[in-house]
């Protein structure tokens, strides 16, 4: 167990429709980060944030955006999802200055 | 760009057999290597890192990798696998002290056979 948690565990949504991810850190996370991994592929960095920040980006489009809240909890949204969308989105928190990152269980995205 | 590149996608071995699994990156300077292993239905679990020292580290569960600077690799060794190693494995990099988000291989699918 990482003591990082997310929610829910599978989700069934539509093209076009709009996603909330949560995710719950351990106390003392201050960075969390979070990847998208396709079916057969490894994760992809989304994004990161740092006390509330986003502090880095991967590849991805801004109907991708995040929130982290002072509570060590974030979340991933995404807008009009497209077919594309449909893979395991994975959260990673780290303490301050720590270069490794724990990962939740994920949450399995399916778009329809 | 930075990448990862891991040779194998899938590797079926009998119990007791060795393992090596390769990964080779491209980076442009000095790096943290990881490999994380994902058992069936369990979330991503660091097996072990590399950051700086001797470039022979250890891990969990009798797993070790060595980093080869000249090659750009970190391979990953078992001398004896088990029924119960069989999962994914992903070779992960990432700057040296960046804290930054990390790059992952495709991953390779281990398959055990009892």
């Known amino acids: 167990e990482t003591g990082v948690t997310q929610s829910p565990t599978h989700l069934i949504k539509t093209r076009g429709q709009q996603v909330t991810l949560r995710c719950s850190s351990q106390s003392g996370h201050n960075t969390v980060s979070w990847y998208q991994q396709a079916l057969g592929q490894g994760p992809q960095f989304i994004f990161q944030?740092?006390?509330?920040?986003?502090?880095g980006r991967g590849n991805f489009p801004p109907r991708f955006s995040g929130l982290q809240f002072p509570n060590y909890s974030s979340e991933l949204n995404v807008n009009a999802l497209e077919l594309d969308d449909s893979a395991l989105y994975l959260c990673a928190s780290r303490p301050d200055r720590a270069d490794t990152q724990y990962f939740g269980p994920g949450t399995r995205l399916t778009v329809l | 760009a930075q990448s990862v590149s891991q040779h194998n996608h899938h590797v079926i071995l009998s119990e007791a057999a060795s393992l090596e699994l390769g990964c080779n990156y491209s980076y442009g300077g000095t790096v943290n290597l990881f490999w994380y292993v994902q058992y069936p239905g369990q979330h991503l679990q660091l097996l072990l890192k590399?950051?700086?020292?001797?470039?022979l580290v250890k891990g969990i569960k009798g797993f070790e990798a060595e980093f080869i600077k000249s090659k750009f690799s970190f391979n990953l060794r078992k001398p004896s696998v088990q029924w119960s190693d069989t999962a994914e494995y992903f070779c992960a990099v990432n700057a040296y002290r960046s804290q930054g988000n990390l790059i992952f291989g495709k991953g390779t699918k281990l398959s055990v056979k009892p």
């Open positions: 590399y950051f700086s020292g001797d470039p």
């Open positions: 944030y740092y006390r509330e920040e986003e502090n």
